[in-house]
């Protein structure tokens, strides 16, 4: 007994990571391992009210998901969204980032106010801008006939057309200030010497922004997007309380169509699938992403 306590202690003061690497593994084969496997064996079976029971039925979800236009409409809608919400962040974060990226007064103060919006969780924001966008006092569509560019019986979140630049308008306002601490903190780590040089040489503001500075963000920019990429396509909360997925299919996600599949109508086999499809999109386009951007991690 004494021996093994003595090995135990000359492991657990070694320099060999095992010991400390096994909660981590362990908690990884609980929390990540286990579920996806159990995903997959799922998505090959079925839920049957009638039985009360789960039953093998093959490659059906499968089909049914190849041959499911609510599904591919689906993607459409994750996808747009996907890339209106990044576009637009990632220009503004940068905008922001190059403008707070000083050291006079009173500009630490506005980073860290920056972050508050991080602090709220998704669902209560989606609420915020649930009441702001509301037909009848939302300041929102208020603001928007003011100026003209609304009529007086025009909403947003109920009509096709508009609602998904609502949750997209939500998105925007939380996220954006992720991308530019990213970015403030890519532009304070850039070497000041060439800079210097290019003053020197009478380089405007946009030429060392364009060859300077675009060049050697490339990396973090790279980085910003894929994070936020997989954010994006994963989006739930904000289409969920605001729209429903509605009007209609209009703000449909994937994310928000395996639940609807999974917990509303009781398909938990055709659910898993869904998800598994999503994983499955997620993992080719950022693999693709990282080689094409040459990432190295």
């Given at each position: 007994m004494s021996s093994g306590l003595l090995r135990t202690s000359r492991v657990m003061i070694s320099d060999h990571p095992l010991p400390w690497l096994l909660p981590l593994l362990a908690i990884l084969l609980v929390l990540a391992v286990?579920?996806?496997?159990y995903n997959i064996w799922l998505s090959f079976h079925e839920f049957v009210?009638?039985?009360?029971?789960?039953?093998?039925?093959?490659?059906?979800?499968?089909?049914?998901?190849?041959?499911d236009p609510r599904l591919w409409n689906a993607l459409w809608v994750t996808l747009f969204y996907t890339a209106v919400c990044l576009a637009i962040q990632l220009v503004l974060g940068m905008g922001i980032a190059l403008?707070?990226?000083?050291?006079?007064?009173?500009?630490?103060?506005?980073?860290?106010?920056?972050?508050?919006?991080?602090?709220?969780?998704?669902?209560?924001?989606?609420?915020?801008?649930?009441?702001?966008?509301d037909a009848q006092f939302g300041m929102v569509p208020y603001a928007l006939r003011v100026i003209g560019l609304f009529a007086?019986?025009?909403?947003?979140?109920?009509?096709?057309?508009?609602?998904?630049?609502?949750v997209i308008l939500a998105d925007i306002w939380q996220w954006t200030p992720f991308m530019v601490l990213i970015f403030v903190a890519g532009l304070r780590s850039l070497p000041r010497d060439p800079f210097e040089s290019a003053m020197i040489d009478g380089a405007s503001s946009w030429q060392m922004f364009t060859r300077l500075t675009l060049p050697m963000m490339g990396k973090v920019i790279a980085i910003?997007?894929?994070?936020?990429?997989?954010?994006?396509?994963r989006m739930f909360d904000?289409?969920?309380?605001?729209?429903?997925?509605g009007p209609g299919t209009a703000t449909y996600t994937l994310s928000l169509y395996a639940w609807q599949q999974t917990f509303s109508?009781?398909?938990?086999?055709?659910?898993?699938?869904?998800?598994?499809f999503s994983l499955f999109i997620i993992l080719v386009v950022a693999n693709l992403f990282v080689i094409s951007t040459r990432l190295r991690w």
């Open positions: 286990y579920p996806f496997f009210p009638r039985s009360r029971g789960i039953e093998p039925v093959g490659w059906e979800n499968w089909q049914i998901l190849f041959n403008l707070i990226d000083s050291d006079e007064p009173g500009y630490a103060f506005i980073r860290g106010v920056l972050t508050l919006t991080l602090v709220i969780p998704p669902a209560i924001t989606a609420m915020m801008f649930l009441l702001m966008e007086s019986n025009q909403t947003i979140l109920a009509s096709p057309q508009l609602a998904i630049w609502g910003a997007v894929l994070i936020r990429g997989i954010d994006l396509f904000y289409v969920y309380v605001m729209t429903s997925g109508f009781i398909k938990w086999g055709y659910g898993a699938t869904i998800s598994l």
